[in-house]
């Protein structure tokens, strides 16, 4: 999972999105979404 450790003033926030797009360019779509998305939905059960 990916996380930007928000609202903490050491975070990635308001920079998340280009943080994001700069750590995960070298890997694929179905990767990225699995990190950014899935893992957290299915370790919270929603």
Not at 12 to 23: A, H, K, L, N
Request: aromatic share 8%.
């Amino acid at each position: 999972m990916w996380a930007s450790d928000y609202p903490h003033p050491d975070s990635t926030w308001p920079d998340s999105r280009e943080v994001i797009q700069r750590q995960m360019r070298s890997l694929s779509p179905a990767i990225q979404k699995k990190i950014l998305r899935e893992n957290a939905l299915r370790l919270y059960g929603l």
